[in-house]
């Protein structure tokens, strides 16, 4: 854990801008606030090490400041808090969705300039997922900061790899500014297996891995998963008030189709339906609280919904048809995998020769679940065969936590 290190300049500046104050961990506590404080709103513990220093910046739209001494100033974007600040920001680099966050699920991203900043946006989500040599130089020192939900096949930790990788090879230090996970409170699913490695699928971790994203980076550079096993100069500035059962309403959508709480919930269970004709509900307003297609039996799946084009989901699957399925909106979602859906739209379907699709077995990071659902096994059989190397991983995992469980 980084402590915070004051400084007399550090301290009149942020106390100007209404966005540094001093913390205790007792201070809060005497205050009756106990929310988990993301590791970015605490600038006082990372200013210092960012003094004098051409900073790149890993950022997207959650990559945020809030008012800590009066709630109803909102949001401030890292870069622009930054920037005011006087720290020298030199790049910005955008992951999948871009740095606003408005792109859809795989569109090509292109670099830019973010003309609230008039910064250069590098993409990291389309010709190069990972930082070119030529894109870092000058840079002497990178910060990362993008909430992330906690499932192997949601790219940012992808993208958190490449940049380690890039940061390492040019021997530029890495800061990541950690932020509470809404699912690290459980963890199941498939481990990824050799050969069905992807950019919706790197290291051998299961699908609901329970960990943030600054104790994901610490197990890439303790595994040695970097390519050439090299290691990246990494510092992780913790959440304060928080451990992995901490409950945490996101305040800021983290892509475009995760909107709500229920959504964020859900997405683990409902994203294998994009590798099957099942539609999750993208081109909704409520993606991801739902599934269905127009084949299915109205009696028995009597909710109904029509997917149409809008940002974030240009391409919906069954784009203005009407599709029969079930909404979830309103249910509790459970502290696992929910299987039974899945097997239930296997049955359900017509042809299943071809319900199936290549991009299934990336998402469950191996072709054993897909086998297991045809040979019909029950999602009791199923969830039973994952048991040990969930065991195995979490023993490995217990190496790099920050919080507890």
């Known amino acids: ?61 959650t990559s945020v400041v809030k008012h800590r001494d009066d709630e109803s100033l909102g949001y401030t974007h890292l870069a622009d808090t930054l920037q005011s600040l006087g720290i020298a920001l030199k790049k910005v680099f955008a992951p999948e969705h871009g740095f606003r966050g408005t792109a859809d699920a795989g569109a090509h991203i292109s670099n830019g300039i973010d003309q609230n900043t008039g910064l250069q946006v590098i993409s990291l989500y389309g010709v190069n997922k ?52 809404p699912n690290a409170h459980y963890i199941d699913g498939p481990i990824l297996k050799d ?32 390519d050439g096993q090299v290691k990246t100069n990494l510092t992780v500035i913790s959440v304060e008030n928080y451990d992995h059962n901490t409950a945490y309403v996101l305040p800021i959508p983290p892509s475009p189709n995760l909107r709500s709480k229920q959504a964020i919930a859900l997405y683990p269970s409902l994203c294998f339906f994009e590798g099957t004709p099942i539609s999750a509900g993208r081109g909704t307003d409520r993606p991801f609280e739902m599934f269905g297609a127009p084949y299915l039996n109205a009696e028995r799946y009597p909710f109904e919904f029509r997917p149409i084009a809008r940002q974030g989901a240009k391409w919906a699957k069954f784009k203005d048809e009407i599709c029969h399925g079930l909404d979830l909106g309103q249910i509790t979602p459970r502290e696992h995998l929910e299987l039974g859906w899945l ?63």
Request: charged fraction near 20%; proline fraction near 5%; aromatic fraction near 12%.
């Open 130 to 181: 990972k930082p070119r040599v030529e894109d870092l130089v000058g840079i002497d020192l990178m910060i990362f900061d993008i909430q992330d939900v906690g499932v192997r096949f949601y790219t940012y930790i992808s993208t958190l790899h490449y940049v380690m990788e890039a940061c390492a090879e040019q021997n530029i230090p890495l800061i990541v500014l950690d932020r509470p996970n």
């Open 1 to 61: 854990m980084i402590w915070h290190v004051w400084t007399k300049n550090t301290l009149k500046i942020g106390l100007t801008l209404g966005l540094l104050m001093p913390f205790s961990c007792k201070s809060q506590a005497e205050q009756g606030s106990l929310r988990p404080i993301p590791a970015a709103q605490n600038l006082s513990r990372y200013l210092p090490l960012l003094q004098g220093k051409q900073i790149g910046l890993v950022a997207n739209q």
């Open 195 to 226: 050969g069905f490695n992807s950019f919706v699928g790197m290291h051998p971790v299961p699908v609901v891995y329970g960990m943030t994203i600054g104790e994901y980076a610490k197990m890439i550079n303790g595994e040695s998963w970097l």
């Open 343 to 405: 097997i239930d739209m296997y049955n359900e379907a017509p042809d299943k020769e071809d319900f199936f699709n290549t991009f299934f077995d990336k998402l469950a990071g191996t072709d054993q679940l897909k086998k297991d659902i045809q040979a019909g096994l029950t999602k009791a059989e199923i969830y039973t065969s994952w048991v040990k190397e969930l065991e195995d991983f979490k023993e490995i995992r217990a190496q790099y936590l920050i919080y507890p469980d």
